[in-house]
């Protein structure tokens, strides 16, 4: 048997700076994660580093400034979860960042995110500048029967694959952002 490679759902979006953009983002994933039968403990993984990674874009890297935008391209498929998002911000160094679990930072209320991601994610992966993460999981349970096929030859005649879904929903301006937030709010 091998994985049904077509079924693939992609979307990109350019959001305002505000965390209710992010999670009618995140609710979106999650219910397209429910369609593909991934485990409710895949879905909390990926759940809790997306929303992370929105957060600390919105809020570190663009200062919940609403004038700037969060870039966010996402690919869910029934095996394979991929997030890209990216600020406007100046950018950091991950590797710069404390270990939250010394014990002069298990107080602090905040820096804990970057680990997280990287516990619960099967790849994180931050872009030079510090202001891109790109966030993978693989599926931990069997894939479901229906996202399967039967192995063909390569010489026999294959069906044509079922294409792609894909959507793009881009702010064209500032000015409508807030009119983009309802388009989101509408996964």
Not at 117 to 143: D, I, W
Request: with cysteine.
């Amino acid at each position: 048997m091998s994985t049904v490679g077509d079924f693939i759902w992609k979307k990109d979006f350019c959001i305002p700076s505000k965390t209710e953009a992010g999670h009618a983002i995140l609710d979106g994933v999650v219910l397209q994660l429910q369609d593909f039968e991934w485990s409710q403990k895949d879905i909390f993984a990926i759940q809790l580093a997306f929303e992370e990674a929105l957060v600390n874009a919105i809020r570190h890297g663009n200062q919940s400034n609403n004038r700037l935008g969060v870039q966010v391209h996402l690919e869910i498929s029934p095996e394979h979860f991929l997030a890209q998002i990216s600020d406007e911000g100046a950018g950091f160094d991950p590797d710069d960042l404390p270990d939250p679990t010394l014990e002069d930072f298990l107080e602090r209320p905040c820096g804990r995110g970057v680990k997280l991601m990287r516990s619960f994610m099967s790849s994180v992966e931050f872009n030079e500048l510090g202001n891109a993460v790109t966030l993978e999981k693989f599926r931990s349970n069997p894939l479901p029967e229906r996202f399967r096929k039967e192995e063909m030859p390569e010489s026999s005649e294959a069906a044509a694959p079922a294409p792609s879904v894909t959507e793009t929903v881009q702010s064209p301006s500032q000015e409508t952002a807030d009119e983009d937030l309802d388009d989101v709010s509408s996964l």
